[in-house]
């Protein structure tokens, strides 16, 4: 009997250790939830899949950090974003922000200024692509984002249907004339449409042939820049090629859009380098090895998209060192700007990357051309274009008046001056 009560008050005790131990346990690891931080990054397509593969290599150097990943479509996101800064509420740890509403927040106070402690940005300046780094910074000389991807502008075309038309690249590229002269030929010999748009080369003329201390539509004074050559020549362009009917009349990302590639029925494509990638993954699969690249006419450089990192002034202040580490893996970390370059053909903002070899490997969505090469070398060309907080709107306005120009027979000089008297009186709100 003592054996057996022996035998039992060691059971219980055991029991009683056990469930103390238990406690304890959970007690632990209630104190561990409370002390995990939380970062919360806001995000849009494919941004969000280069975090989320960058996530594992975030927890072996902040394993006491997790990154809650808020995910958006583009525009939704970006609409959200706008919101959250204009009424500094739900506002996000990190935001990812693509080059025009970078223009669009530079001049507000909604940003956090990185070149100021605890961020010090300055310091890391010449390690960025000279003229993504600039759009950074605004007229204040606060540096109020990051880049992390840029889009060199190129030409895209199919091959076949140079060849068939008996035209060379020579012929496509060597001056905004000759381009328009093949895509004649190109029209009468294959059906196909040289491009997509008239709209397309207004939008990558006025790329072009930036000078220092310009930005799209305004200089670095709010002055509007409608009525510049700049925009005269790419009007006219864009005039030229409705006449001769050589644009398909589709809009950039419509089913329609990307069913003349699919089809064959659109020949050539100006825009960012990360096209070809979106054509080879998604938009243009069956199409791989017809596509060719090759660099803007007449010798142009022009850059076309890009996104940036940028830190709410309004968001939680103990998260703001935080938001800087992440912030500093995604865009200062030569390991992770590459692995979004393979997988994401986001083109990299961080300039020692450049070494790596998979920038000379053949693409063979382009026939087996070292595109990413030719890609590099244009980046060491373009000249940065000054962000405003006005290009959105001044975008609608230079669309509107030439839609007025290719579609009602509106005179280019009116055109171009009815838009610098919107965009002048717009300037400076």
């Given at each position: 009997m003592r054996v057996r009560m022996m035998k039992s008050v060691g059971r219980r005790a055991v029991l009683g250790l056990g469930f103390c131990l238990l406690i304890q346990?959970?007690?632990?690891?209630?104190?561990?939830?409370?002390?995990?931080?939380?970062?919360?990054?806001?995000?849009?397509?494919?941004?969000?899949?280069?975090?989320?593969?960058?996530?594992?290599?975030w927890q072996k150097l902040h394993p006491d950090v997790d990154v809650r990943i808020v995910s958006r479509q583009y525009y939704d996101h970006h609409t959200a974003m706008t919101t959250a800064l204009s009424t500094s509420s739900n506002l996000p740890d990190v935001m990812a922000l693509e080059v025009d509403f970078v223009g669009r927040f530079a001049q507000g106070r909604g940003l956090e200024d990185l070149s100021r402690p605890p961020f010090n940005v300055l310091q890391h300046q010449s390690k960025f692509v000279q003229y993504a780094y600039q759009q950074t910074v605004n007229r204040r000389g606060e540096v109020i984002a990051v880049p992390?991807?840029?889009?060199?502008?190129?030409?895209?075309?199919?091959?076949?249907?140079?060849?068939?038309?008996?035209?060379?690249?020579?012929?496509?590229?060597?001056?905004?004339?000759?381009y328009v002269a093949t895509g004649v030929k190109i029209k009468a010999t294959t059906g196909a449409y040289l491009l997509a748009h008239a709209r397309d080369m207004k939008d990558i003329v006025i790329r072009t042939g930036l000078q220092?201390?310009?930005?799209?539509?305004?200089?670095?004074?709010?002055?509007?820049?409608?009525?510049?050559?700049?925009?005269?020549?790419?009007?006219?362009?864009?005039?030229?090629?409705?006449?001769?009917?050589?644009?398909?009349?589709?809009?950039?990302?419509?089913?329609?859009?990307?069913?003349?590639?699919?089809r064959g029925t659109i020949a050539t494509q100006m825009i960012g380098a990360w096209l070809a990638g979106h054509l080879n993954n998604w938009?243009?699969?069956?199409?791989?090895?017809?596509?060719?690249?090759?660099?803007?006419?007449?010798?142009?450089?022009?850059?076309?998209?890009?996104?940036?990192?940028?830190?709410?002034?309004?968001?939680?202040?103990?998260?703001?060192?935080?938001?800087?580490?992440?912030?500093?893996?995604?865009?200062?970390?030569?390991?992770?700007?590459?692995?979004?370059?393979?997988?994401?053909?986001?083109?990299?903002?961080?300039?020692?990357?450049?070494?790596?070899?998979?920038?000379?490997?053949?693409i063979p969505f382009l026939g087996g051309q070292p595109g990413r090469a030719w890609w590099r070398d244009a980046t060491r060309h373009i000249t940065a274009a000054i962000v405003h907080k006005q290009d959105a709107f001044a975008e609608e306005v230079i669309d509107t008046e030439l839609d007025k120009v290719l579609d009602y027979g509106k005179d280019i000089d009116s055109a171009l001056a009815d838009a610098q008297r919107l965009l002048q009186q717009r300037a400076n709100r």
């Amino acid at each position: 009997m003592r054996v057996r009560m022996m035998k039992s008050v060691g059971r219980r005790a055991v029991l009683g250790l056990g469930f103390c131990l238990l406690i304890q346990n959970l007690a632990l690891a209630q104190s561990d939830q409370v002390d995990r931080k939380v970062l919360t990054v806001a995000a849009y397509p494919s941004v969000d899949a280069i975090i989320k593969a960058a996530l594992p290599t975030w927890q072996k150097l902040h394993p006491d950090v997790d990154v809650r990943i808020v995910s958006r479509q583009y525009y939704d996101h970006h609409t959200a974003m706008t919101t959250a800064l204009s009424t500094s509420s739900n506002l996000p740890d990190v935001m990812a922000l693509e080059v025009d509403f970078v223009g669009r927040f530079a001049q507000g106070r909604g940003l956090e200024d990185l070149s100021r402690p605890p961020f010090n940005v300055l310091q890391h300046q010449s390690k960025f692509v000279q003229y993504a780094y600039q759009q950074t910074v605004n007229r204040r000389g606060e540096v109020i984002a990051v880049p992390t991807d840029i889009g060199p502008g190129t030409m895209l075309y199919r091959a076949d249907l140079l060849k068939k038309a008996g035209l060379t690249e020579a012929e496509l590229t060597k001056s905004w004339d000759s381009y328009v002269a093949t895509g004649v030929k190109i029209k009468a010999t294959t059906g196909a449409y040289l491009l997509a748009h008239a709209r397309d080369m207004k939008d990558i003329v006025i790329r072009t042939g930036l000078q220092p201390g310009e930005g799209l539509y305004f200089d670095n004074r709010s002055k509007a820049l409608a009525t510049s050559p700049r925009f005269r020549r790419a009007f006219e362009l864009a005039k030229e090629v409705r006449e001769k009917e050589l644009d398909a009349r589709v809009n950039k990302w419509s089913s329609d859009w990307i069913e003349g590639f699919k089809r064959g029925t659109i020949a050539t494509q100006m825009i960012g380098a990360w096209l070809a990638g979106h054509l080879n993954n998604w938009m243009a699969p069956n199409t791989r090895g017809l596509w060719r690249a090759a660099q803007l006419p007449e010798g142009a450089y022009a850059a076309y998209g890009g996104t940036f990192y940028a830190i709410p002034r309004g968001s939680d202040p103990e998260n703001k060192t935080i938001a800087w580490e992440f912030i500093k893996l995604m865009t200062l970390d030569r390991t992770m700007q590459l692995n979004a370059f393979k997988s994401q053909d986001s083109f990299p903002a961080l300039k020692e990357t450049y070494d790596d070899p998979f920038f000379e490997q053949p693409i063979p969505f382009l026939g087996g051309q070292p595109g990413r090469a030719w890609w590099r070398d244009a980046t060491r060309h373009i000249t940065a274009a000054i962000v405003h907080k006005q290009d959105a709107f001044a975008e609608e306005v230079i669309d509107t008046e030439l839609d007025k120009v290719l579609d009602y027979g509106k005179d280019i000089d009116s055109a171009l001056a009815d838009a610098q008297r919107l965009l002048q009186q717009r300037a400076n709100r």
